[in-house]
Nanobody
Framework: QVQLVESGGGLVQAGGSLRLSCAAS????????MGWFRQAPGKEREFVAA????????RYADSVKGRFTISRDNAKNTAYLQMNSLKPEDTAVYYC?????????????????????WGPGTQVTVSS
């Protein structure tokens, strides 16, 4: 079992920045990837970014490229999402997710069905 805890959400004005954190605990000794997804009211959950915790390979949704940066701290089993130049359309509940991957692979995926564990989510609100 793996437990995920997100933090760092809040209210920010358009153009501002926030940094989300996701700490994993439990069975984190094998290779895994961590992803960020978001879900706005009335919309489906969508992929934002992912990082492979073994080699740092990353993947981003087109809508956040150049504005968001995902990073990791393996010693803390934590992934971060630095969000800059925030827009009102970034308003959503942001979820962290955990995906077991093959040992020493650089695999990441945007497919939410492939993730094995999910955090409870953290609200991000961007005012115009």
């Amino acid at each position: 079992q793996v437990q995920l805890v997100e933090s760092g959400g809040g209210l920010v004005q358009a153009g501002g920045s926030l940094r989300l954190s996701c700490a994993a605990s439990g069975r984190t000794f094998s290779n895994y990837a961590m992803g960020w997804f978001r879900q706005a009211p009335g919309k489906e959950r969508e992929f934002v970014a992912a990082i492979n915790m073994y080699d740092g390979s990353t993947r981003y949704a087109d809508s956040v490229k150049g504005r968001f940066t995902i990073s990791r701290d393996n010693a803390k089993n934590t992934a971060y999402l630095q969000m800059n130049s925030l827009k009102p359309e970034d308003t959503a509940v942001y979820y962290c997710a955990f995906d077991w991957v093959l040992t020493k692979s650089s695999y990441t995926t945007p497919n939410l069905g492939e993730y094995d564990y999910w955090g409870p989510g953290t609200q991000v609100t961007v005012s115009s």
